[in-house]
């Protein structure tokens, strides 16, 4: 349990994201795949019944024994409100309503952030962007780890315990790698949540705030789903930055487990992106690739050779153009 993982830095790259280079090959060779590039308005209503499951589920553990409104917490609402920040990071795409109406979006994503209980939705899309647009930059891709984390979480225990500690790391990280003014929407949206926050504790109590923030925390910690936190860009395999998963937790999480493709392709929406993958199998079916995150959280646990510095990094140049 105690044993120090080998590696005492990140992985220091000097090339460019392999992403921009596929996306230019596939559509040359793959022209239809232009087609898919449209928003899709279905997300529109299952994010809407999502909510309205939520608010029955508010409802209901009202006046439950506090033990089961844990338990529910922890199987219903963790999977719902996880799957739900895919939602909203859907919506930073713009795929409900299209990038032609990028502030529908906007406001759908605050709609979609109510049963989080937390603010989350518009700080997510401005940072999201950098990460796309200059992954594995330092100081501006927020989903590196700190060098705290990769200094401290380097055994068995400790990086267990980070993984439980995931949704605090994602909530501080941006505060110490990359802070940002606060921004009008931002500020709506933390008034959004709070007056949410405010009726439904005036409505039903203590037990359903609770339930709502307990799901949220314990859905991003130490839960199967978020093995994606770490199967996405974890370096398990020297000089391979992202990772696809192809297992059935994909439909719970808007196959964000498609990630080489998602990276390539951001502007296509989650539901198509195994056709993406379909249509230019070819540069897919050899990737590393994952069909169980829960094996992805055991490994990084386990594995003495992985740690929170198991990422590529890249010193940017030129000019920055951040959200």
């Known amino acids: 349990m105690g044993n120090v993982v080998a590696r005492e830095d990140f992985e220091w790259v000097y090339t460019d994201q392999p992403h921009a280079d596929r996306r230019k090959e596939i ?53 719902i409100s996880h799957s739900m920040t895919l939602a909203i990071h859907e919506i930073s795409h713009n795929s409900a309503f299209g990038n032609s109406k990028a502030m529908w979006n906007r406001w759908f994503g605050i709609f979609a952030n109510l049963p989080l209980g937390l603010p989350y939705s518009i700080s997510f899309k401005r940072y999201h962007m950098d990460h796309h647009r200059y992954l594995g930059g ?5 989903d590196i780890p700190t060098n705290f984390e990769g200094w401290f979480f380097c055994t068995r225990f400790r990086k267990f315990i980070w993984i439980v500690l995931q949704p605090f790391f994602y909530a501080i990280r941006p505060l110490c790698i990359n802070p940002k003014p ?7 949206n933390l008034l959004a949540q709070l007056s949410f926050d405010v009726v439904i504790y005036y409505l039903w109590g203590v037990k359903s705030i609770f339930y709502m923030l307990a799901g949220s925390v314990l ?12 199967a996405e860009h974890y370096m398990f395999l020297k000089g391979h930055e992202t990772y696809s998963y192809y297992g059935p937790l994909n439909l719970l999480t808007f196959n964000v487990g498609y990630h ?30 994952y069909n169980s995150w829960i094996k992805v959280l055991y490994d990084f646990v386990m594995d003495d050779t992985i740690s ?12 920055v153009k951040q959200d």
């Open 27 to 79: 559509l040359a060779k793959h022209p239809e795949i232009k087609a898919l590039m449209k928003p899709d308005h279905n997300l529109i209503w299952v994010v809407v019944l999502m909510v309205l499951a939520q608010l029955t589920a508010f409802y209901l553990v009202k006046d439950l024994d506090w033990k089961w409104v844990v338990f529910w917490a922890y199987v219903f609402g963790s999977c």
């Open 138 to 142: 330092d100081g501006i891709d927020v």
């Open 182 to 188: 606060i921004t009008r929407l931002e500020i709506i």
């Open 219 to 230: 859905g991003l910690g130490l839960h199967p789903i978020s093995g994606h936190f770490i």
């Open 260 to 289: 080489n493709e998602h990276h390539d392709f951001p502007n296509i929406p989650g539901k198509s992106l195994p056709l993406v993958k379909k249509i230019a199998a070819e540069y897919y079916d050899n990737l590393p690739q």
């Open 308 to 319: 929170p510095y198991s990422r590529m990094k890249r010193q940017l140049k030129g000019e």
